[in-house]
């Protein structure tokens, strides 16, 4: 029985962008059939209207709009995406928040093998899930909710619904306000930069704490902070004067 083909389109603004792409499947995807390209909306809708693929590689800045707004204009869509983009803020904190890969310009071979490959391998529901919340934060500029990979899958929450973060090496486990506790694959850096402070705060180099959640600020074993589960968390002294004034501002 022949293999089916896998077909990609390329949506990217930038001739170079697109032929970038188009060399670097040549090289290490030569089985991949190139089905079209496009600079923009206007001509991507008729192109993935028109042609059934397995993967799109989606810029996010294009001529005519945003590959955020193609993906909204889409009526359905059955295939993986691997995004491209230039240094967009915005954009990359969009991704993190929804854990969705992306390419960086100029992009990396290495990475973008790996970023294919990967591809390959997603689960077509859980990434329409994710790319559905990803344009609900494109519209809103909201980052008020987060997709946590755990080892048993994908966890959608609100980040008011956070407590606190602890690391576990690599890793941190996230405690939710109904009790849950989830070990994500992110370290504590990640979440100390994509958590907006002052809700977030590090007090600790271990802990992350939702400041809506302190309870009370004690002197014991050096400073401490009661969550709203009871939890006890360590404050650093470098970190304490300034947590003390959110936590004040946040009850006046």
Known sequence: MPLIPY??????????????????????????????EAAGIKDALPLLSAEKIDL???????IDGTGFDLLDQLSEWNFNIIFTTAHDEFA??????NALDY???????????????KAKEHNIGILQRQITQLINTAHEKSFDQITLNTSSGHVFTNTKDIS????????CFVY?????????????KEFEEMLPEPDFFRVHQSHIVNT???????????????MSDGARIPVSRRRKEE?????????Q
Not at 7 to 24: K, L, S
Not at 27 to 34: A, H, L, W
């Open 7 to 36: 077909r990609t389109i390329i949506v990217d603004d930038e001739p170079d962008g697109r032929a970038n792409i188009t060399t670097f499947l040549h090289q290490y995807f030569p089985e991949i059939i190139i089905a079209g």
């Open 243 to 251: 947590f003390l004034n959110i936590v004040v501002r946040n009850n």
């Open 164 to 171: 606190r973060i602890e690391t576990y090496g690599n890793y």
């Open 56 to 62: 799109l590689f989606l810029d996010i800045e294009l």
């Open 176 to 188: 939710l306000i109904e009790g849950d506790r989830l070990l994500v694959s992110r370290n504590l």
């Open 92 to 97: 990359i904190r969009a991704f993190r928040y």
């Open 212 to 226: 809506s959640h302190v309870r009370k600020i004690i002197k014991e074993d050096g400073d401490q902070v009661i």
């Open 103 to 117: 390419l960086l310009k100029p992009i990396d071979p290495d990475e973008f093998v790996q970023a294919v490959n």
